[in-house]
């Protein structure tokens, strides 16, 4: 079993829709939770980073952490088409090496 | 641009050939991570450098692969005797000095895309 569980996808939504992306983790040890954004051939860009349990907002993205369930989430509202890349979910221990989700594939329909 | 550069972007080999990458960080970064991304996998990891020095080996890097940060800057992954398994994007990652509070961000290079034929 993976560390670190994503559905891969593909989702598709229309634009305006609520996306909800979601990653499960085996590791209490994680401390840090990330969650990257990747466009086809480009190299993983961070897009947000929490650490305690909770939410944190940023524009339209919100990051959620519920470390009882080991359970993280990001919630985009608004949904554009400039979203539709792959969005990847990765925790670390401290600032050592990350460990990734799968990806999951979003394509924001106009 | 002052982000993390890789060279080259595509690479082509025949299997059993070897080939180099190299990773040059944001400067003054002192650590300098590689990772593999294989299609529809999420990058896993495979070493980091602090300055010189390498702090962690993945067992993904089996003996055919050699990475090296000479003098603490840019930083070249090496792979001998390509298997067509190598085929993948190889990520290289560069963050500033460890900290003892909060999260030191990782940014990442465009990647390196091998082919091994």
């Known amino acids: 079993q993976k560390e670190v569980e994503q559905d891969p996808g593909p989702l598709s939504v229309p634009e305006g829709a609520i996306v909800s992306l979601n990653c499960t983790y085996s590791n209490s040890a994680f401390q840090y939770f990330m969650w990257y954004r990747q466009y086809s051939r480009k190299g993983p860009e961070l897009l947000m980073y929490t650490y305690s349990s909770g939410n944190k907002e940023d524009g339209r993205f919100t990051a959620q952490v519920d470390k009882s369930s080991k359970y993280i989430s990001l919630f985009i509202r608004d949904s554009q088409p400039s979203d539709s890349a792959t969005y990847l979910c990765a925790m670390v221990v401290g600032n050592e090496k990350l460990t990734f989700g799968t990806g999951t594939r979003l394509t924001i329909i106009p | 641009d002052t982000g993390v550069s890789q060279d080259p972007r595509h690479k082509i080999t025949k299997r059993g050939q070897n080939v180099t990458f190299r990773c040059d960080p944001i400067?003054?970064?002192?650590?300098l991570y590689w990772y593999r991304q294989t299609l529809g996998q999420g990058p896993e990891f495979l070493t980091y450098?602090?300055?010189?020095?390498?702090?962690?080996k993945s067992r993904l890097l089996s003996d055919r692969f050699s990475a090296e940060r000479p003098k603490g800057s840019f930083s070249t992954l090496e792979i001998q005797r390509t298997e067509q398994g190598d085929s993948a994007m190889y990520l290289c990652a560069s963050s500033s000095r460890a900290s003892s509070y909060g999260y030191n961000e990782q940014f990442f290079g465009p990647g390196t895309r091998l082919t091994v034929l």
């Open positions: 400067s003054e970064h002192n650590r």
């Open positions: 450098f602090q300055n010189e020095a390498q702090l962690e």
